[in-house]
């Protein structure tokens, strides 16, 4: 089916959650005849199961469509998903990169949110052109004059010809394709030349081991060929190329400007960064210059997973293992707690990745999992000169030691309706936000722009946003740098033992706040014992906070009626020894719930 290069054409669909990509990229390889309607599983694009059931995109999927356009020819169209979440911007970026043209798909109801805007500004850094659809035009709610203006005055892009469309109904299906055919331009790139290639994706197969998904920008790439990754300095011989349509299936060669797959015997995912550009061994190679903007996958938040029964962690361990085969951005290593015995320090990209991997762990693998409260990475400059970078509350510095500290910011964007700008903003005060600017797009909206610590975001931010605007606001960050700020890390001490797993480190300002709502919810979630429980939060040595649990009394002299008084002081002084056995043996089982209130405790 092989068509000239300038028959071929790349895009992507970009769009806020929800608001239709995955129906309609259904609905586009139903129209090409790439899909079958009956063989349709629901959103074949998400080949994920906790994708689908949280109805969000992660890893991204190429498929080649054939579409005989109005004018008689058939053209090749690569569609490139791409992840829908903030935790994944990188690889968003990379698949746009891939792409010469893409569709941005506005609920018509709804209009454009803070992703619409993430994903309009990336596409364009990347010179794509935008082709703006605005889909549920269904909906009784429906305004498209409305978010066409919007597109306008907020994104900034002529949406004159802003395509209305029906995902669902199937409506403006064949005008999207006719203007990817029409407006999208052909790729450069010059089939003569030396390999080179962008990987923008890749999944990891049990049997084929990593599959590549490329965009060819020069030269071709076929089985045999051996290829040199250029950020990794690795090499491989070539099992198979192909495409997806929307399987995987061979094809004898891959050409500049196409898209499509290969694999090549190699184990992890880390040999194949998604970013790295391919070109081929030896000499001709060696010449070719690596596509611009790689940098691998860089985890950014961090909580110490833990299995609930200790003779699990050589299966946790397994399990990290085979999940890192296909997510280079998942980090480990094993660490101890006393606490809570051995287990693992995970990096994540960011929040949401770190809940899906918890859940895949505890779903797919059968593990249960305690897990600690998570943790950006800080950076504490120390008296002696030298500078320390922490993840992990356990290797905080002694207090003396630290001459000045510093944590991560976002540069965060908010779109909300009037009536709550308030909520936002009070919000944004107590998150220790900094407020930037604020635009008002369309009537009845407003943009907020907020510098806010990572830390305060990791920590319930959204669903407390939800919650507050009533799920109207939107929100959307990236990271911008470091900036000092007082922070100090709290001890919590159950009966005078520190329970590392769930020391915390906090600016100095909410260290009170936090720690005493924390052993008051402790106290509230811990069983009673034998004994009393001292609870206590502290910085350094000194004690913040402090809470008692009061021990349950066994009444040891029920039993003697009026017997003689010497025989009941003697049951009692027994009763006090054995308390201060336990006290000092004693084993408090804290329930995962004492640790998830660590981070749940908001502000
Ligand atoms: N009424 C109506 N509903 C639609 C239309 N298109 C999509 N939907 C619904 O909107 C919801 C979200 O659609 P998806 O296609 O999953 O949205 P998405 O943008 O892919 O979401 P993510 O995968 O989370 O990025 C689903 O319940 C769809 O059935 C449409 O044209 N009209």
Redesign the pocket.
């Known amino acids: 089916m092989a068509v000239p290069q300038d028959r071929i054409r790349n895009f992507c669909i970009i769009?806020h959650?929800?608001?239709?990509?995955?129906?309609?990229a259904d609905r586009l390889l139903e129209f090409t005849g790439t899909v079958d309607k009956r063989d349709m599983q629901a959103?074949l694009l998400?080949q994920m199961d906790i994708e689908r059931e949280r109805?969000?995109?992660i890893k991204m999927a190429a498929v080649r469509m054939a579409y005989t356009a109005k004018d008689g020819l058939e053209y090749e169209l690569n569609l490139i998903d791409t992840p829908?979440h903030v935790d994944f911007t990188y690889e968003v970026s990379r698949s746009l990169n891939a792409c010469e043209g893409a569709l941005l798909?506005v609920d018509a109801a709804q209009g454009v949110e803070a992703q619409t805007l993430a994903n309009a500004n990336l596409a364009m850094n990347a010179n794509l052109e935008i082709i703006p659809v605005i889909?549920?035009?269904?909906?009784p709610a429906a305004d498209p004059d409305r978010v066409a203006e919007e597109i306008e005055s907020v994104l900034a892009i002529d949406a004159t010809e802003a395509i209305p469309?029906?995902?669902?109904?199937g409506i403006g299906i064949e005008e999207i394709l006719e203007a990817v055919v029409q407006k999208v331009p052909p790729p450069a790139g010059d089939p003569t030349k030396p390999l080179r290639a962008l990987v923008f994706d890749s999944h990891y197969d049990g049997y084929l081991g990593v599959v590549a998904y490329v965009r060819i920008v020069d030269g071709t790439l076929k089985a045999g060929d051996k290829v040199h990754f250029i950020a990794t300095g690795k090499e491989f011989p070539v099992s198979e190329v192909g495409t997806f349509a929307p399987r995987m299936r061979p094809a004898e060669l891959l050409r500049a400007g196409g898209t499509g797959y290969f694999h090549a015997a190699i184990k992890s995912v880390t040999d194949a960064r998604v970013g790295d550009t391919i070109t081929v061994a030896g000499r001709e190679g060696k010449a070719v210059e690596a596509l611009p903007g790689y940098r691998p996958a860089k985890p950014m938040v961090f909580c110490g997973l833990y299995p609930h029964d200790s003779s699990d962690f050589p299966n946790l361990r397994e399990a990290l293992s085979k999940m890192q085969l296909n997510d280079a951005a998942l980090s480990f290593e094993a660490e101890s707690s006393a606490a809570m015995g051995f287990g693992f320090r995970c990096g994540f990209l960011g929040l949401l990745h770190m809940e899906i991997v918890q859940e895949r762990l505890e779903r797919e693998f059968n593990l249960a999992l305690l897990a600690t409260a998570p943790s950006v990475i800080y950076h504490v400059y120390k008296t002696d000169g030298t500078m320390e970078v922490i993840d992990n509350p356990a290797n905080w510095p002694t207090t003396t030691t630290i001459e000045r500290t510093e944590e991560p910011y976002v540069d965060a964007t908010i779109i909300v309706p009037t009536d709550y700008v308030g909520a936002v903003m009070e919000m944004g005060r107590e998150r220790r936000g900094i407020q930037d600017r604020m635009e008002y797009p369309a009537p009845g909206r407003v943009m907020l722009y907020y510098k806010l610590p990572l830390a305060e975001i990791i920590m319930d931010f959204f669903d407390q946003l939800k919650s507050r605007t009533k799920g109207y606001a939107s929100f959307d960050y990236e990271l911008s740098d470091y900036s000092p700020s007082p922070l100090v890390k709290v001890d919590v001490q159950v009966n005078a033992d520190p329970v590392d797993a769930l020391s915390f480190i906090v600016h100095r300002d909410k260290a009170f706040p936090r720690g005493k709502m924390l052993v008051e919810k402790l106290k509230e979630i811990l069983p009673r014992q034998m004994f009393e429980i001292k609870l206590q939060a502290a910085i350094g040595g000194k004690i913040i906070a402090a809470e008692r649990v009061s021990a349950l009394r066994k009444n040891v002299i029920a039993k003697c009626y009026g017997g003689d008084i010497s025989r009941k002081r003697k049951l009692l002084e027994k009763q006090k020894e054995g308390k201060k056995r336990m006290k000092q043996f004693g084993n408090v089982e804290i329930p995962q719930e004492a640790f998830m209130s660590v981070l749940k405790l908001g502000n």
């Open positions: 769009a959650v929800d608001h239709g990509k995955s129906t309609l959103q998400d109805g969000i995109t829908g798909v889909n549920k035009i269904d909906l469309c029906s995902a669902k109904e």
